[in-house]
């Protein structure tokens, strides 16, 4: 106690030089998203898309922030006057990075406005190049490779780029795609599709310019991160880790680009990423399509990284042989799962199917903090637009198509879906009668409640069983 009262004024001494600290990197973070030229560059990118924020308190890597608290509705930004409220609301957690999502959406007023396919308006294609800072001389190569093909396939003038941080996102604009393409397929799959077909039409040079990385902690990358809640950072948002600004010009630029331009004391940035020019891109977008058939056809699937490491596999051996891949593991568990609370099984397996191709949608987006409470409501059924219908599985959400398989996209997950993607990739590791009755009997092992919540089913049943679950003796 007493060496407590003796060293009280040096305690109090270092968390006031700490705070100080802390609240002078806070103000001048504050003060630069308060610039007129950062919040204008923001609010308009950022406008019919889902916002998130990283902030610097919350813990490691501080929090991933895409909901109001409030209402539970998506954060977003019809205007500066937006823009001020998001900033205010949380401006105690310090935000430090801002993004916007890859969709842009006709209206974001509830939390389902975000599960609604039908719901986005417009993808726009972006090509993720990361590399290390000190080589980032090599991400502007390898989007000088990317420009090269757009260029090819006639699409130059709705170009620009972004300097992510520690790397370089090429942006196509997204109206540079027109309606009457848009009528005929899905923006989604129109987004993907194009940064896929690209990629693979340069791959072969993008990996010489990988082979001269001399980084062994972060090589070059280029990928295709295109998917259905994916953000990329905002024009003129910090980087949440590296005292950058996300700057944008436009490809005739890009031989005099240097990170001086990302100076958050002395910013270049070209306005004209709005530039474009409608149907510039329409035979790309329906070439693309063709090829390669679309996000939804795609979902659940390892999209194209270009690095010199090969993709990991979700196949994978372990110390003790093979074990299923977590796609699988999800599937079955919420097989089980809809079946014990339910009884029925060939619901069951379209369920599962549905819930591990829902969540491979979210497994790139790392940690997301939900401000906002989900009720726990009995099973009930609600009828929403063109005929589709929601189920909501204790607290959970799903839709299901007009005779009733669940359903994403335009695609129903049907029991012989479940069957080819499921059962015969388990059954090269163990039988799936065996595999399904041990999940059955560990579900069954855990309380209704559990069960019924989607994130605690997601925390406490999946989560610590997904690596090791089926697993060859």
């Known amino acids: 106690m007493e060496n407590a009262v003796k060293y009280k004024p040096f305690i109090q001494l270092f968390y006031q030089i700490l705070l100080g600290v802390i609240f002078l990197k806070f103000a001048e973070i504050l003060n630069y998203y308060r610039r007129e030229e950062v919040k204008r560059e923001i609010s308009d990118y950022c406008i019919g898309r889902w916002v998130a924020i990283n902030t610097m308190w919350g813990g490691r890597g501080g929090l991933f922030i895409r909901y109001w608290r409030r209402n539970g509705s998506p954060l977003h930004v019809n205007s500066i006057e937006d823009y001020d409220k998001i900033l205010n609301r949380f401006r105690g957690l310090i935000p430090r990075t801002i993004y916007g999502?890859?969709?842009?959406?006709?209206?974001?007023?509830?939390?389902?406005?975000?599960?609604?396919?039908?719901?986005?308006?417009?993808?726009?294609?972006?090509?993720?190049?990361?590399?290390?800072?000190?080589?980032?001389?090599?991400?502007?190569?390898?989007?000088?490779?990317?420009?090269?093909?757009?260029?090819?396939?006639?699409?130059?003038?709705?170009?620009?780029?972004?300097?992510?941080?520690?790397?370089?996102?090429?942006?196509?604009?997204?109206?540079?795609?027109?309606?009457?393409?848009?009528?005929?397929?899905?923006?989604?799959?129109?987004?993907?599709?194009?940064?896929?077909?690209?990629?693979?039409?340069?791959?072969?040079?993008?990996?010489?310019?990988?082979?001269?990385?001399?980084?062994?902690?972060?090589?070059?990358?280029?990928?295709?991160?295109?998917?259905?809640?994916?953000?990329?950072?905002?024009?003129?948002?910090?980087?949440?880790?590296?005292?950058?600004?996300?700057?944008?010009?436009?490809?005739?630029?890009?031989?005099?680009?240097?990170?001086?331009?990302?100076?958050?004391?002395?910013?270049?940035?070209?306005?004209?990423?709005?530039?474009?020019?409608?149907?510039?891109?329409?035979?790309?977008a329906l070439k693309a399509i063709e090829n390669i058939g679309g996000y939804f056809?795609?979902?659940?699937?390892?999209?194209?990284?270009?690095?010199?490491?090969?993709?990991?596999?979700?196949?994978?051996?372990?110390?003790?042989?093979?074990?299923?891949?977590?796609?699988?593991?999800?599937?079955?568990?919420?097989?089980?799962?809809?079946?014990?609370?339910?009884?029925?099984?060939?619901?069951?397996?379209?369920?599962?199917?549905?819930?591990?191709?829902?969540?491979?949608?979210?497994?790139?987006?790392?940690?997301?903090?939900?401000?906002?409470?989900?009720?726990?409501?009995p099973s009930t059924l609600k009828t929403v637009e063109e005929g589709r219908r929601i189920v909501e599985i204790g607290n959970e959400p799903v839709f299901t198509s007009p005779n009733g398989w669940f359903i994403i996209g335009n695609a129903e997950q049907l029991p012989a879906d479940y069957d080819r993607e499921i059962v015969k990739k388990i059954e090269k590791i163990i039988p799936y009668e065996q595999a399904w009755k041990k999940a059955l009997n560990y579900i069954k092992s855990f309380p209704l409640k559990i069960l019924k919540d989607q994130q605690k089913f997601f925390n406490e049943v999946y989560k610590p069983v997904r690596d090791r679950f089926l697993v060859e003796e």
Not at 171 to 189: F, I, T, Y
Request: proline share 3%; net charge positive; with cysteine.
């Open 297 to 377: 056809k795609r979902v659940g699937e390892i999209r194209r990284r270009v690095a010199l490491k090969k993709v990991e596999k979700k196949h994978v051996r372990t110390l003790k042989g093979k074990r299923v891949g977590r796609f699988q593991i999800m599937a079955l568990l919420q097989a089980a799962r809809y079946y014990v609370l339910t009884g029925n099984l060939e619901k069951a397996k379209s369920f599962g199917l549905n819930r591990a191709i829902f969540y491979a949608w979210a497994k790139y987006h790392g940690r997301e903090r939900r401000y906002r409470r989900t009720p726990s409501k």
């Open 101 to 284: 999502s890859v969709n842009i959406y006709s209206k974001l007023s509830s939390p389902e406005d975000v599960e609604i396919e039908s719901n986005i308006k417009s993808s726009t294609p972006i090509w993720d190049v990361d590399c290390d800072l000190k080589e980032w001389a090599k991400s502007i190569e390898a989007a000088k490779i990317i420009l090269e093909a757009l260029a090819n396939e006639g699409v130059e003038k709705s170009v620009y780029l972004v300097w992510s941080g520690r790397g370089v996102h090429v942006h196509m604009h997204e109206s540079a795609v027109s309606g009457d393409v848009l009528q005929k397929h899905h923006p989604l799959d129109i987004a993907y599709s194009i940064v896929e077909y690209i990629l693979r039409r340069c791959e072969d040079k993008l990996i010489k310019i990988a082979k001269t990385s001399k980084s062994v902690e972060r090589p070059l990358t280029v990928e295709n991160n295109i998917d259905l809640k994916r953000v990329f950072t905002a024009p003129l948002s910090l980087h949440k880790s590296v005292d950058l600004a996300a700057v944008c010009f436009k490809p005739e630029e890009i031989d005099d680009f240097t990170l001086e331009w990302a100076s958050i004391d002395n910013l270049k940035h070209n306005r004209n990423w709005r530039v474009y020019i409608r149907g510039e891109a329409d035979e790309l």
